[in-house]
């Protein structure tokens, strides 16, 4: 038999189905490693109450002693908002990604109104000195408060009482006062880790002269805690899906022994911010990290830390499916012959591409086709793409089914498991990621049975703007009862 003598230079490659110009994965090559993947991205229900276990030892130990791995933070928020808190309130919110200002109209009776304005952080200045990050806040403020005191809406001459959403841990000992513990999400201003955050923002406000004083710290997860119960009373948790990944939950004084110190009545209420996001840090011991997560936290501007969140939050899952992908490109598997070097720069692939991935309604995947073309300048397949929707997907569900678990573990702590609750949540993942919430839900069912179905999650109320002018309102109210003055 005449051996096959091509016409031209055999390929070093498989070619497609498809009859492409580019050589192509093969379905069969797409399909071992979907296999493989499948395997490192799952999480068994077994799995998932090992992990619950695991966590819920963390918050004790938080709540038992200081300078835990998940530092489970006092707010000094004591108990539930009324509804009847009323007045003109400013928010500043330092977000993740946008500084947020709001002028914020209590009316009681669970009404409000409110007028806002944001400001898009640059990566720089997430690495600027602290001090001049606050400045940037107070230069905000002083234009948002100008412009609104020229319209009529802010009195002439008034002080504003100002609640601040700083969405770091920070210790606090008292509600206007918080030492930065680490940066997270990112960011790495110098000069601000150990230092209290108040003091700093406060000295930025006096330097640009702007009318408002800061009454409380607050975390976006204790604002959406107190926001969202505030409109449903059934509410007993708030979580933050989003750039960052924590939550925060109302705990009885008395069971927690690292404020016994203080001479609470044991019988009051406290909004515990978790920072859960840390769980596992260090030590790594509890969660299922696959070598990308791995290569994500060594190559973070804070190796070791918030291990939970590095497997969840926004601001890493579209980073562990480009370094899947770079994986297939190195072996051989992808984009062979295509110039690649886009879709190799770290950070490169927003988590907002695996949200239109997972929702793209097209048969031909016409999304997939322009995230790549458009963003990376690779063309792709149809069997490419659906190999790759598969792995958002992977990467999606396991996000979802870790949040489970932390929610989990809170509810199986504080025994809200027979009456149920509700969850506010909130953050783009939750927002805006196709099926998150379903899937979060559907790992609870897989970690209690048919009884994870009296925990359900839910759109939250905006908790930075709204939350944190109620935390600012309830503050004052407190004080002016005398209700421990200097806390
Ligand atoms: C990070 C922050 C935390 C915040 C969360 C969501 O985990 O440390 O304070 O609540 O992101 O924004």
Redesign the pocket.
């Known amino acids: 038999m005449p051996s096959p003598v091509p016409s031209h230079p055999a390929p070093f490659h498989t070619t497609s189905s498809e009859q492409e110009d580019l050589p192509h994965a093969t379905k069969r090559k797409m399909a071992d490693h979907l296999r493989r993947l499948e395997t490192m991205f799952t999480l068994t229900p077994q799995r998932m109450r090992m992990i619950v276990e695991a966590f819920k030892d963390a918050l004790e130990l938080g709540l038992a002693k200081d300078s835990q791995i998940v530092p489970m933070i006092p707010t000094y928020v004591f108990g539930w908002p009324s509804g009847d808190e009323a007045g003109n309130y400013l928010a500043v919110d330092l ?2 990604t946008n500084l947020r200002v709001c002028l914020v109209t209590l009316q009681g009776a669970g009404k409000w109104e409110i007028t806002q304005s944001k400001y898009r952080l640059s990566e720089e200045q997430k690495q600027d000195d602290g001090q001049q990050l606050f400045d940037f806040c107070a230069e905000c403020l002083k234009t948002f408060v100008v412009t609104n005191i020229e319209g009529g809406v802010i009195p002439k001459g008034a002080i504003l009482p100002l609640g601040f959403t ?5 210790s606090q000992n008292k509600i206007d006062h918080g030492v930065l513990i ?1 940066w ?2 990112g960011f790495g201003a110098p000069n601000t880790e150990g230092h209290d955050v108040v003091e700093m923002f406060r000295k930025s406000l006096e330097r640009h002269d702007v009318p408002a004083e800061i009454v409380a710290l607050t ?3 204790t604002g959406t805690l107190i926001a969202s119960h505030y409109v449903n009373p059934a509410t007993k948790i708030a979580c ?9 939950y109302m705990e009885r004084v008395g069971d927690i022994p690292k404020i016994s110190a203080l001479g609470l009545d044991a019988q009051d209420e406290v909004a515990i ?1 978790c ?4 769980f596992d840090s260090f030590e790594h011991e509890h969660l299922p990290r696959t070598k990308y997560d791995i290569t994500i936290d060594e190559q973070s501007n804070k190796p070791g830390e ?1 291990a939970f ?1 590095k497997l969840i ?1 926004g601001r890493y899952l579209g980073e562990i499916l480009r370094l899947i992908i770079c994986e297939l490109i190195d072996e051989g598997v992808l984009f062979l012959g295509q110039n690649t070097y886009k879709i190799e720069i770290p950070y490169s692939f927003d988590t907002a591409f695996l949200s239109l991935m997972e929702s793209d309604p097209t048969d031909e995947l016409l999304m997939i086709i322009g995230i790549f073309s458009h963003f990376f300048a690779v063309e792709t397949t149809l069997a490419e793409r659906q190999f790759f929707r598969a792995l958002a997907k992977l990467v999606g569900r396991r996000a979802a089914r870790l949040s489970a678990c932390g929610i989990a573990s809170i509810v199986s702590k504080m025994g809200y498991l027979e009456e149920g609750c509700a969850v506010g949540a909130d ?1 783009s993942l939750y927002n805006k990621y196709p099926g998150f919430a379903d899937r979060i839900h559907e790992g609870l069912v897989d970690i209690f049975g048919e009884k994870g179905r009296n925990i359900v999650t839910y759109h939250a109320e905006d908790g930075s703007g709204i939350g944190s002018a109620i935390v600012a309102a309830m503050t004052k109210l407190r004080k002016e009862a005398g209700k421990y003055p200097t806390l």
Do not use: M
């Open positions: 977000g993740g700083f969405s770091y841990p920070c680490r997270t999400k975390c976006d997860t933050i899906f989003g750039t960052g990944c924590n939550a925060a911010n920072e859960w996001g840390a918030q969140e939050s953050g």
